[in-house]
């Protein structure tokens, strides 16, 4: 399938080139070879991957908050600015004192009411042992001299960012898992009933944003299935079938907290008030970017310069940190909240598979040794991250046991 997917993504490019892809026929190929790469896995697990300890989340009884007053506005072009010791927070001590104030999280249900759930960690000292070691500053960001020629930088080099076109292929997985967030982000299904998107796109830190007052979930359909022939309608663009959200969960290290700490949380799960039949993406806590197979991420989003498109596109992994994934995935407002994914092997399937490893958040400037260089970011999701989402989904510690 994903060969068919090559050869319709070569047609539709040619057919229908993007007014700002320069470099387009030749580089479409370079990168259609760069992503058949991936379909040649080697069949054992990386050599120097380890197993991850999981940990568990112990709530405690949820507390009765205000009633969110929805008064922010939706900030899609989501940037922050970070310095060398911002980038080594992780593995200070600020990261243990704070842990379990991080990790609480604020429920908002459809009619407007909230909670606040607080956690303990259990196995909090064998936790310990999992965080990641401090690792280097990014060396190979795109440097910016001066400060007055910082500008929102989303797009590195020749676009590219591949649209979906076709109804097999945006039915068919991982494409399928997309779905459109009615604040104008991206989402993707990581259950029957489950979302994940960034957390910047139905809160600002301080309050909720209108849109999440009513906030519902788009699912693309091909519009064949709504009465019309495919024959009938080849350029007509996708339909979207729009699911209202029962309730929202947001972690409490993303509210009221310093943009350069509040990033590492930017996520949110939102429950759909009925279940939906298609395919969903299963959740991996990230493993290095060493243990990928190629070393690359992908991601679907509605890109806000391509109305009404999915936008496919893959990169490598430039750095990590231990909260982020550094890399310089072509991007605009529109595809925070996409799933990120890369190719993890299943130690119990035995094989490589697609799971989603981060949230797509926006970009950041990062300031080290007098130098700045600006990356696309994504959340990185580690053991408590994991075991915080994994609880969200499942309401209990058993599911989230492993992996």
């Not at 020629?149 to 960012?161: E, F, M, N, S, V």
Request: a positive charge.
């Amino acid at each position: 399938m994903f060969y068919m997917f090559f050869i319709s993504v070569f047609f539709s490019m040619t057919m229908y080139p993007h007014p700002n892809s320069g470099l387009a026929h030749l580089s479409i190929l370079v990168l259609l070879l760069s992503l058949l790469l991936p379909l040649s896995l080697p069949s054992r697990a990386p050599p120097h991957q380890l197993p991850v300890h999981l940990p568990s989340l112990v709530p405690h009884a949820p507390l009765p908050l205000s009633r969110s007053s929805f008064s922010s506005q939706t900030q899609l072009d989501f940037t922050t600015h970070c310095n060398a010791s911002c980038y080594h927070k992780g593995a200070q001590e600020s990261r243990r004192e704070h842990l379990t104030e991080q990790l609480a999280f604020e429920t908002l249900y459809a009619d407007g009411s909230r909670t606040l759930t607080t956690v303990d960690v259990a196995d909090e000292d064998n936790y310990e042992g999992t965080i990641s070691p401090a690792i280097q500053p990014p060396t190979r960001g795109r440097r910016v001299t001066s400060r007055h020629r910082r500008q929102k930088r989303q797009i590195y080099g020749a676009d590219g960012r591949f649209n979906i076109r076709g109804d097999h292929f945006l039915l068919d997985y991982p494409f399928s898992t997309a779905v459109r967030i009615s604040t104008g982000c991206t989402g993707v299904l990581v259950s029957r009933l489950h979302v994940l998107t960034a957390a910047h796109c139905v809160h600002d830190g301080k309050d909720y944003v209108k849109g999440a007052r009513k906030l519902r979930v788009g699912f693309l359909t091909p519009p064949y299935i709504n009465g019309t022939k495919p024959s009938q309608t080849p350029t007509k663009k996708p339909l979207v079938r729009w699911v209202r959200v029962k309730r929202t969960r947001v972690p409490k290290g993303w509210i009221q907290g310093p943009q350069e700490v509040s990033m590492d949380f930017d996520y949110a799960l939102l429950e759909l008030r009925w279940p939906h039949r298609r395919p969903f993406m299963r959740l991996s806590v990230a493993p290095s970017s060493d243990d990928l197979a190629g070393k690359r991420i992908h991601f679907s989003g509605f890109d806000s310069d391509r109305p009404g498109e999915l936008v496919y596109r893959f990169c490598p992994v430039e750095d990590e940190s231990n909260d982020l994934i550094y890399q310089h995935c072509d991007a605009r407002p529109g595809a925070s909240g996409s799933g990120v994914y890369g190719r993890v092997w299943d130690t119990a399937l035995e094989r490589w598979e697609r799971k989603v490893i981060g949230i797509f958040s926006g970009h950041q400037w990062l300031e080290i040794d007098g130098e700045n260089r600006d990356y696309n970011v994504a959340v990185r999701f580690t053991p408590l991250k994991f075991a915080q989402i994994c609880y969200w989904v499942h309401g209990n510690r058993v599911d989230c046991s492993q992996d």
